[in-house]
Nanobody
Framework: QVQLVESGGGLVQAGGSLRLSCAASGRYVSVNRYSMGWFRQAPGKEREFVAA????????YYADSVKGRFTISRDNAKNTLYLQMNSLKPEDTAMYYCAASPEVTVRATMKIDYWGQGTQVTVSS
């Protein structure tokens, strides 16, 4: 079992920055053997992929809508995943979820074994 707890969300003006964190813990499971990702869901919309990072080699993959503005990273020593979000836009407003995947190759449709509860990001215009 893996537990994921997100933090760092909040209200920010357009053009601003936020850094989300996801603390991972696992009983009898090494969270460092999971690829990790961020997804988001805006009101009235389906959950969508944002970014992911593989547990082997640290390769990353981003949605086109955030490429060049968001950076995903992980600190395996701290079992923590990050999402640095710069140049935020009102359309980035959503609940952001951390997720853990057993797959090595990260992509938007990768299988997800565990989800966090989410952290709200609101970008005002």
């Amino acid at each position: 079992q893996v537990q994921l707890v997100e933090s760092g969300g909040g209200l920010v003006q357009a053009g601003g920055s936020l850094r989300l964190s996801c603390a991972a813990s696992g009983r009898y499971v090494s969270v460092n053997r999971y690829s990790m990702g961020w997804f988001r869901q805006a009101p009235g919309k389906e959950r969508e992929f944002v970014a992911a990072i593989s547990w082997i080699g640290g390769s990353t993959y981003y949605a086109d809508s955030v490429k060049g503005r968001f950076t995903i990273s992980r600190d395996n020593a701290k079992n923590t995943l990050y999402l640095q979000m710069n140049s935020l836009k009102p359309e980035d407003t959503a609940m952001y979820y951390c997720a853990a995947s057993p797959e090595v190759t990260v992509r938007a449709t990768m299988k997800i074994d565990y989800w966090g509860q989410g952290t709200q990001v609101t970008v005002s215009s």
